[in-house]
């Protein structure tokens, strides 16, 4: 395949309608590279100081952030870089289901600060059951949603504010607003991810999702292990 065809092609529902120049894909695996090296450098940096001495009992929520983390930047970057094979529709179904996951695995370490009240195992189940049916979807019937999973995507992310008051109570200022943070910068770069007609566009939307994901493991670690060293 020659990536550097900007010929319009017809777009469908796991690539888009333009081919990517051989930069932007090059731009593209340099960002998930990138957060590849973070998730799994902090990540495990997390993970060690936690189990150690700081935050035992949180480990295992921990572990299912770091992990959604690590898996969907990887099924990102392999789908994205993937040619335009029946093997990249199998790679767009798994990465749009991985959005779900990692959505419900960002919320898991920060709601278990708050398991056993009614606002923190409510807001659980509810994150949790409804990526499940996304996951479910995304892979069964991918086609069907659109840019309505979006909608989606944005109404589970922003589920938090529901039970602010108890996260705000549960959590340092500091992890706080770096919490908050990270879900601004993720809102953001969905304009990019929905550009398009930009260049690079999705390297953009990709760097969003990376910084987001670095504010967050910012956020667990002064509350996970600075705030209790």
Do not use: C
């Amino acid at each position: 395949m020659n990536t550097t065809d900007t010929t319009p092609v017809t777009g469908t529902w796991w690539h888009k309608s333009r081919l990517a120049t051989r930069a932007e894909k090059i731009a593209d695996a340099v960002v998930h590279g990138i957060g590849l090296v973070v998730a799994l450098l902090a990540g495990s940096a997390l993970l060690t100081a936690a189990l150690i001495k700081t935050a035992p009992h949180e480990f295992p929520a921990l572990v299912v952030y770091v992990a959604s983390l690590v898996a969907v930047l990887s099924i990102s970057m392999a789908f994205n870089l993937w040619p335009r094979t029946d093997f990249k529709r199998l790679l767009a179904r798994l990465d749009q289901a991985a959005i779900f996951l990692f959505i419900a695995g960002t919320y898991t370490p920060f709601l278990s600060l708050m398991w056993g009240t009614p606002e923190g195992t409510g807001l659980m189940i509810f994150v949790w059951a409804t990526a499940l049916v996304g996951i479910a979807l995304k892979l069964i019937v991918p086609e069907k949603f659109g840019r309505l999973a979006i909608v989606l995507y944005l109404a589970i992310g922003w589920s938090g504010v529901l039970v602010f008051k108890s996260l705000a109570a549960a959590l340092p200022d500091t992890a706080l607003w770096l919490l908050v943070a990270g879900g601004i910068t993720y809102s953001l770069g969905i304009i990019f991810h929905l550009w398009e007609k930009l260049t690079f566009h999705s390297a953009l939307w990709h760097l969003f999702v990376v910084i987001g994901a670095s504010l967050h493991l910012i956020a667990l670690f002064d509350a996970m292990v600075i705030s209790r060293w």
